[in-house]
């Protein structure tokens, strides 16, 4: 019992050593192609959202913002569970959590579903 404990813990450092321990959370070294042009920058990138019986709050570009907040000149005027509303003058910008998700009712899907 104790040879195999011993050889087990001998192994993890080797293990570790040749990158077969990858954190499967940690975000990629890579730049994703359609980053690596020179497009400009987003407005504003929407990284959470709190909403709770006191009070909304987003975190854009790494700034807490409250509800009738400012951030980059602009007004923070809107909080929803996916998505937030910026006013800036007279232009009104929305700012998605998961831009790249569409949602649908579950009824929606089971139709797309049955439909293949």
């Known amino acids: ?19 077969a321990l990858v ?3 940690r975000p990629p070294t890579f730049m994703p192609a359609e980053a690596a042009g020179d497009a400009a ?10 909403i709770s019986a006191t009070r909304k709050l987003a975190v854009i570009d790494g700034v807490t913002v409250p509800l009738g907040g400012k951030v980059d000149g ?3 005027i ?6 937030v509303k910026l006013k800036r003058g007279e232009v009104i910008e ?7 998700i569409e949602r649908q ?8 579903k049955e439909s293949r």
């Open 1 to 19: 019992m104790r040879v195999m404990l011993v050889a087990a813990l001998a192994a993890c450092p080797a293990a570790h050593a040749q990158g």
């Open 23 to 25: 954190d499967p959370t």
């Open 41 to 50: 920058p987003p407005a504003g990138r929407l990284q959470s959202i709190l």
């Open 74 to 76: 602009a007004t923070l």
């Open 78 to 83: 809107a909080i929803d569970e996916t998505e």
């Open 94 to 100: 929305t700012l998605k959590l998961y831009p790249n």
């Open 105 to 112: 009712s579950a009824e929606a899907a089971a139709n797309k």
